[in-house]
């Protein structure tokens, strides 16, 4: 078809040629008229009648036509005014594209004759298009860190419009990383490329949108524009950060296992992999790997192992962050372990004095200890003391270093021990106590004498004891401790150094007890006194002495002894009694004596046999013997009884005596005086001046003297008064007593040996000396005695 439409032209071509050679001024000139596109349908264009050179008549009558190359009735002719007029709008665009200038060929023919004119419309353009971007939105990605001056080619914008009214120029939004530069391509169109001034940084700018504007040259110019998107792309430009350079967190140390010690971040600004993070330890030590642990993602470090302030008290942890592009960022964390009050005080004692001797001087060290709290701060410090009351001190020293001391001298006697707690307690809280118990133990001195439980012991000891027995005991005892307290017990020299102290008695060393060395004799010695002494066995020894009596008690070893009147003699004595007698007549008196003493020297009398009984009777407590009835001539002369004298011991001892009785005629002078003969002191028998005497001693000793006496006198007398007389045997008997009051009752006296020395006249006794002598309580009564008993013509 295209070659068919170039055939028609060529055709119509030739044929105006044609035309022009056959006319004569047809073809002589081209009409050239010129038109804006889009003018409005039936503007005027032009009036041809002055060119075509004819009247305006002509164009009726010649049919004056237009006729365009295309044939398109652009254009149409009045053919009453010659007038060309627009018969359509015209869009230069739709006829010439790019063409330019734009023309539209048409003749104007003429009939009769026919004639051609050659003319040429020429359409001008107007600014009727707008510069388009084909793409509206561009997208440019662009990595950061592109060096400046690199540029980005840009497509170009359209405009339908030509020449001036094309596009003409472009602009570009302003901003500080772009710039616009117009290239002109080979075929001479302008295109825009964007120049880079300064480089991107994705991290403050991921993004630019710019506005590329396109401007044509019409007027008003007209423009158009794309967005331009520049995307920046990440390169791994930054380095993880930490939030903070140090981490600075406290941890108690009593913090549990896994608990968490700190969270750390640290950010990348890179985005992706070049953002993503990874935590880790930096170059630290064992003793941090066992002890924390950094979680890789989220930062988190906890708790591996128990944390000791003690041991450690901080950590410095150095931790990096790499992110994907392998770049790190670094930061510490510093641990502190926080004091918590968990370890009690500590108390070592170094040196420990026990025992003390008591008595020492005060301030005597006993014991230096130190005290030690491993916490901090007021948890570590500690205040010390030990119980009230005790006597002791706790001095501080130097350091932590204390002494205990004594307060006062210590007595051992009244405690012996202490138990001394020392309590340290520390600040912290709560607050951590700790206990140490020490005994100090006091040692004895030999400060206390054995005392005896009494000052002086009385022991009582039958008489005639087997010997070596025990008489008894003394004891004492000894505050002190050990050899201090080992009492021995000795007896100490009596202070009669005549006393054979060592021949009586005895006493066990260890024990105290005592012994009767021989069998005592009450009736030879009553009593016994001399001092023990208990001595302990301390360095210097200490002692002390007690007074010890022993009272020897009467046994019943002793019969009556009859003194009157004499049996086995050889001359019996014979009582006479004259038949005149009133009843009741004194015939005679039984005189006995008994060496024990108390009730075992209470004698009385009982007759036991007679022969008229009924004739005498016995008096049971005097043992006088009288008539119990008037005498008659055929009462027998010779008269024999039997008394019995018994004493009141325990079993009673007895002694029998016959008494010789004669019946006399007429009267007899009586044998003990009548009252009223005893009136007259001057015609008094001797025996009763001597029973006066008697009841004035107080001495026994004297009061035997006496009875002895009276027994040698009564003696004598009855030999005298007897026939045959009355014989004291030769020889030594035993003192003896008297009942005095005529009851009966006898007091004691001391043994004494008396001796008759001759038969008949004066000096027949000798006093000799006392069975039993040195005697220190009974020296001096004794001495007495003597000077007594002399002054009596005793000697
Ligand atoms: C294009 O526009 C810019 C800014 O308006 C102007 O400076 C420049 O001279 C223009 N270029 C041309 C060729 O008109
Ligand atoms: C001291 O302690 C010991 C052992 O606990 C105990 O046997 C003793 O009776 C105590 N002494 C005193 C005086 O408390
Ligand atoms: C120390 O003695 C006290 C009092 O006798 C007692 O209560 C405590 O248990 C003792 N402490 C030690 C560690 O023996």
Redesign the pocket.
Known sequence: MALGEGIRQQIRQVLLFFVCLGGSLVCSETWRYSVAEETETGSFIANVVKDIGSGVEDLVARNARVIFDDYKPYLWLDRQTGNLLLHEQLDREALCDLTEPCILYFQVLLENPLQFFRAELWVRDINDHTPTFVDKDVLLKIPEGTAPGTSFQMESAQDLDVGKNGV??Y?LSPNPHFHLK?EVSDEGRKYPELVMDQSLDREKEPELRLTLTA?DGGSPPRSGTAMVRVLVLDINDNAPEFERPVYEVQVPENSPLDSLVVKVSATDLDAGINGELSYSFSHVSRDIRKTFELHPITGEVHLKALLDFELIQSYIINIQAIDGGSLSGKSTILVQVVDVNDNPPEIVITSLTSPIPENSTPEMVVAIFSVRDQDSEANGRMVCSIQDNLPFLLRPTFKNFYTLVTERPLDRETRNEYNITITVTDLGTPRLKTQHNITVLVSDVNDNAPAFTQTSYTLFVRENNSPALHIGSVSATDADAGANAQVTYLLLPPHDPHLPLASLVSINADNGQLFALRALDYEALQALEFRVGATDRGSPALSSQALVRVLVLDANDNAPFVLYPLQNGSAPCTELVPRAAEPGYLVSKVVAVDGDSGQNAWLSFQLLKATEPGLFGVWAHNGEVRTARLLSERDAAKHRLLLLVKDNGEPPLSASVTLHVLLVDGFSQPYLPLPEAAADPARADPLTVYLVIALASVSSLFLFSVLAFIAVRLCRRGRAASLGGCSVPEGHFPGHLVDIGGTGTLSHSYQYEVCLTGGSGTNEFKFLKPAISNLPQLSTERAESHTFLNGFGFN
Request: glycine fraction near 0%; hydrophobic fraction near 40%.
């Open positions: 003409q120029n602009t117009l401007l």
